[in-house]
């Protein structure tokens, strides 16, 4: 628990590492808890072995809650230096018998080969998510030892196609940043937009000629910017004059020239624009750090990888070597600029010096997974990051697979060779209403809504299933984009999950109870299996965010969410709720399913519906 900063000696003086999920200080998850129990009991039993970290997890058994896995490797070290323990078995009975007095846990049993099996005790768990339901769910945030991370996600590059890959780094870097921020952790959301490079000489080039007056035109004479480049792109290769003066304007851009500065400024702003509105309809939020902001540390970047020998000289370029690859990464080309590897050597450099981030995770396509390891080496390399890569600070590529069509073939739109985002949004909501209004013309109840209902409801609906069917999968599987699957409201879809709680909220609203009155006056009570298998999963949401948080896997709480509402469709069918002898702790277990439904849909950046 030592948050022992090290005054840095140089700039880049290699970091302090420190242990990966070490638990900070507060409560932390249930499992943190029984954790922090076993903690003291290896302590106290076995003093010889004080770097022993308890090993538990939910159990697999019928019969027990969670368990503790100590016992097999701690005999294997100590049955040469004591006689007191015949076998892994009589080692968990120590651990057990020493356990500190605690009111979570209700019983103990040793099975297997020293495994201690851990009973929770219900009325400890329903006190818990009464409280829940008191304190708010933030009380329920796992405790992560980062303080402080960078997610680098969505980055498009200006006036290129903001494509559908790029909409896959948007949902799932926004997702890690929410999860992290739930879970307390600074999070600097950076947009490491594609803003410079030599295309901008063609494109500076191109405004001149097509806009004289181009320091007064809007971006609706300038129009679509990917048919922009694509134009300028043919200029480029048709006119090898235009070529000759594209090729200065990136000179005269780079050294400063401010006409080539401001139109340059022009061009990014239009992209811009675009990329906002996009941005806005998902309910993302992001801060700009184009790659143009990095230039100016470039060079002393370079000197000091230079100073530190990685930076050698090969066939005029100068590169960095790293072992095991047979190409290195270069850092400077051969006609003296830099590269997009510059320029991440320059951010990784800034994010854990200027911005102090002790995690900073890239979130892209899976075919730049060689570009960041061979990054990473690079910064191990140079001491900026320790060598043991589970050590803080640290830093991840979150790769992806590709969008596949129904075709198999990478995902296109009908209009166009590449996927335009805002058209695809407006499909999701355009078929998300129309499903939704059949569906109340089919039970009668469209007169109860209102055009702005019906909306708003398609809009978190539609968005929420774009959303929702490329974070349920595996992130580093392709998947195949249906409007057909995604929008089913049967199986693991958002609609399915999204009507789930709405259905909820509409149980505890039909029984004209308060809710918030129950919250304080009643008591929630698990004696029913069902409502205990619902309980236990509820209290187990924070160590699953945790699990999501330390492997970068939004998936894991979409898998948590479908077991919930299948837990608790099996809770709602065998325990009558409303008009019970157990209406009030049956509602508070409606209840807290909603919250913890809500905030699993907030994590995942998706709006909830309250009413269908
Ligand atoms: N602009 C890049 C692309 O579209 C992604 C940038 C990712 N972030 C980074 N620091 N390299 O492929």
Redesign the pocket.
């Known amino acids: 628990r030592s948050s022992a900063t090290s005054s840095k000696a140089s700039i880049s003086a290699p970091p302090e590492a420190k242990p990966a999920d070490k638990m900070g200080d507060g409560i932390g998850s249930v499992k943190q808890q029984i954790s922090r129990l076993f903690e003291t009991s290896l302590k106290t039993t076995f003093p010889d072995e004080a770097n022993t970290e308890p090993m538990v997890a939910i159990s697999t058994q019928k019969f027990a809650d969670y368990q503790c896995n100590n016992a097999m490797s701690l005999f294997s070290k100590i049955k040469g230096k004591s006689t007191d323990y015949r076998n892994p078995n009589s080692v968990g009975q120590a651990i057990a018998r020493n356990l500190p007095p605690s009111d979570i846990i209700e019983s103990t049993s040793v099975a297997g080969p020293g495994f201690v099996n851990v009973v929770l005790s219900s009325t400890w768990v329903a006190q818990y998510i009464q409280s829940m339901l008191l304190n708010g769910i933030e009380t329920w945030a796992p405790l992560l030892s980062v303080k402080r991370a960078v997610v ?1 996600f969505s ?3 200006i006036a290129k196609e903001m494509h559908v890959g ?1 909409l896959r780094s948007t949902i799932i870097g926004d997702t890690l940043a929410r999860m992290l921020e739930f879970s307390k952790v600074d999070v600097l959301r950076r947009n ?3 803003d410079w490079g030599t295309q901008f000489g063609m494109l500076i080039e191109y405004l001149f000629e097509m806009f004289p007056n181009w320091e007064d035109v809007g971006e609706q004479a300038i129009g679509d910017l990917q048919e922009f480049y694509k134009a300028s792109k043919k200029r480029f290769d048709d006119d090898p004059s235009f070529k000759e003066r594209a090729q200065l304007a990136v000179v005269q851009l780079q050294g400063g020239d401010m006409k080539y500065r401001n139109a340059w400024k022009k061009i990014c702003e239009i992209s811009r624009k675009e990329f906002d509105l996009v941005y806005k309809r998902l309910g993302v939020y992001l801060e700009e750090k184009g790659e143009s902001f990095y230039n100016p540390y470039i060079p002393g970047v370079l000197e000091e990888l230079t100073q530190k020998g990685l930076v050698e000289e090969s066939e005029g370029a100068r590169v960095i070597f790293i072992e095991g690859q047979s190409i290195p990464l270069i850092v400077v080309k051969k006609d003296g600029g830099f590269n ?1 590897a510059s320029t ?1 050597l320059a ?1 990784l450099w800034y994010r854990l010096n200027e911005e102090k981030a002790e995690w900073i995770i ?1 979130v ?1 396509d899976a075919g ?1 997974q060689l570009h960041f390891s061979m990054l990473f080496s690079a910064a191990r390399k140079a001491g900026w990051l320790p060598e043991n890569s589970n050590l803080y600070p640290k830093a991840n590529h979150v790769g992806f697979g590709l969008v596949l069509g129904s075709d198999g073939k990478r995902f296109r739109t009908r209009s166009s060779e590449v996927v335009r985002l805002a058209e695809l949004l407006d499909e999701a909501k355009d078929r998300s209403k129309a499903e939704l209004r059949t569906r109340l013309e089919d039970s009668g109840k469209v007169a109860e809504w209102t055009d702005e209902e019906l909306e708003e409801t398609a809009e978190a609906v539609g968005y929420g299933a774009v959303k929702y069917a490329d974070l349920k999968n595996n992130r580093s599987t392709n998947y195949t984009f249906s409007f057909e699957q995604m929008l089913n409201d049967k199986g693991n879809t958002a609609v399915y999950l999204l009507y789930a709680h709405a259905r909820i909220c509409s149980i505890i609203r039909k029984s004209g109870k308060d809710i918030k009155e129950l919250m304080k006056n009643g008591t929630v009570v698990l004696a029913h299996p069902d409502e205990r298998i619902l309980g236990l999963h509820l209290i187990h949401f924070a160590e699953m965010v945790e699990e999501a948080c330390i492997n970068l896997l939004p998936n894991v709480i979409c898998e948590y969410l479908y077991n919930l509402s299948e837990i608790f469709t099996r809770f709602y069918t065998n325990c009558k709720v409303v008009g019970s002898a157990e209406e009030t702790s049956r509602l508070l277990l409606c209840e807290a399913t909603a919250v913890v439904m809500r905030k699993c849909f907030h994590l995942l950046g998706i709006k909830p519906v309250y009413k269908i």
């Open positions: 680098d980055s498009p590059n790029h490491h937009v594609g997009y991440d951010a890239y892209t730049q």
